[in-house]
């Protein structure tokens, strides 16, 4: 069963910065994609980013130019790095998997809360 803990979430000012860590069961080179995704109070969950296990990434609208999502092989590991932070990035941050072999079955973490105040 994989597991995916994360950590690094907590209370920054509007403009500050934080970084997401989530910390897999298996080396995640198992895994074809990684992700984040946020929800918001009363929101749909939606993806902010996520890396190929090429190495190749992508970005909703909202996290460009702020964000940077990245992976450490070895600590079995993969990062969000959120700078300028908007009260709008307020929600918890889950980390999604998806493992070769498992066809299109998403793994999740239980979340983080990043709360951004202005």
């Known amino acids: 069963q994989v597991r995916l803990v994360e950590s690094g979430g907590g209370l920054v000012q509007a403009g500050g910065s934080l970084r997401l860590s989530c910390a897999a069961s298996?080396?995640?080179?198992?895994?074809?994609?990684m992700g984040w995704h946020r929800q918001a109070p009363g929101k749909q969950r939606e993806l902010v980013a996520n890396?190929?296990?090429?190495?190749?990434?992508n970005y909703a609208d909202s996290a460009k130019g702020r964000f940077t999502i990245s992976r450490d092989l070895i600590k079995r590991t993969v990062y969000l790095q959120m700078n300028s932070l908007k009260p709008e990035d307020t929600g918890v941050y889950h980390c999604s998997a998806q493992r070769y072999g498992d066809g299109f079955r998403d793994y999740w973490g239980q979340g983080t809360q990043v709360t951004v105040s202005s």
């Open positions: 890396i190929t296990s090429g190495g190749s990434t």
């Open positions: 298996e080396s995640i080179i198992v895994f074809k994609t």
